[in-house]
């Protein structure tokens, strides 16, 4: 795996053979007007952007294209149609623990093929921001191997000894010998940042607490305030765009959360498309004060829109 600055151009994989993509998605000279809400219907879809207007995906993964570890109907025949047609996608995820590599493996077992540069994790999210502020920092790290990967490879230096930040991502097996590390230094001055602001994560057993807890337990003993770099941050949706050359008129979000997937992609000046086959449906989205450009049952429905 490698963290790779926003460039000119992107290899992307096409049927087994691998073409160089050099355009760069430029906004249309004319937008479409954003149509009023139904009288009966205030969640009801506002489609400003067809699906052959749109040339840039960005999609969530669980909920999204997965659901207990198997693929939603509709998936993988969407996923398939972009490396096809050699459209630049990324599926995004909170998830600081597995590398691109690791995910991809896991996905393909959902019956999911992504190639693995079109993963984009916050753990790498967060090494291309700390590559920006600071190259080569120094960071004492709390984290699994998705996070150390990203951070060593964009060229920091992993340690406790007088770091420039503390990086908090998600592990399975919190210590609390290393956390008591970290907030020793935090409060020598040592920046922190986390990864994803997620206070559980799912286990067969049940809920596990996640980055946001632990952030939370640290702020309170440092008075510190982390900067978390992954949704609904749209540090999260620029750091991806800029990754694959996108701009934003002509790319959309795909989620299935109206406060984390739908908001960051509407702050981050998206096409955003909410589909109902995970945590967000039909009728809770009258309960927040913004809209999505779309709502859909499932990513299947977007797919014979494209």
Same mark, same amino acid.
């Given at each position: 795996m490698r963290i790779r600055l926003p460039r000119r151009a992107a290899r992307w994989k096409t049927g087994g053979a691998s073409a160089v993509v050099r355009a760069t998605c430029t906004p249309h000279s004319e937008e479409r007007p954003v149509s009023e809400p139904e009288p009966n219907n205030p969640a009801g879809p506002v489609v400003y952007r067809s699906g052959q207007e749109i040339e840039c995906w960005l999609t969530d993964m669980d909920g999204v294209l997965v659901h207990e570890n198997h693929a939603i109907p509709g998936a993988p025949e969407l996923i398939q149609r972009w490396v096809d047609t050699s459209r630049r996608f990324l599926v995004l995820t909170n998830n600081s623990i597995y590398t691109p590599r690791d995910l991809a493996a896991r996905l393909q077992t959902s019956g999911l093929s992504v190639p693995e540069e079109n993963i984009w994790t916050s753990a790498l999210a967060t090494a291309g921001f700390l590559k920006d502020q600071m190259p080569r920092a120094r960071a004492y790290v709390i984290g699994e !191997?998705?996070?150390?990967? /990203?951070?060593?490879?964009?060229?920091?230096?992993?340690?406790?000894?007088d770091p420039d930040y503390v990086v908090l991502g998600e592990t399975r097996t919190y210590s609390f010998e290393a956390i008591t590390t970290a907030i020793r230094l935090i409060l020598d001055g040592a920046r922190f940042? !986390?990864?994803?602001?997620? /206070?559980?994560?799912?286990s067969r057993d049940g809920v596990l607490p996640a980055t946001g807890a632990i952030a939370a337990l640290i702020t309170k003993a440092t008075g510190r305030e982390p900067y978390t770099i992954g949704k609904p941050n749209p540090m999260m949706f620029r750091s991806a765009m800029n990754q694959i050359d996108a701009h934003s008129e002509t790319t959309a979000m795909i989620g299935d959360r109206m406060d984390t997937d739908i908001i960051a992609g509407m702050e981050a000046g998206l096409h955003t498309v909410l589909v109902l086959s995970g945590i967000t449906q039909r009728e809770d989205i009258s309960a927040f004060p913004f809209r999505p450009n779309q709502v859909l049952p499932s990513?299947?429905?977007?797919?014979?829109q494209l």
């Open positions: !191997a998705g996070l150390t990967t /990203a951070l060593h490879e964009s060229g920091m230096i992993l340690t406790d000894q940042i !986390a990864t994803n602001p997620d /206070a559980t994560g799912p990513v299947r429905e977007l797919l014979q």
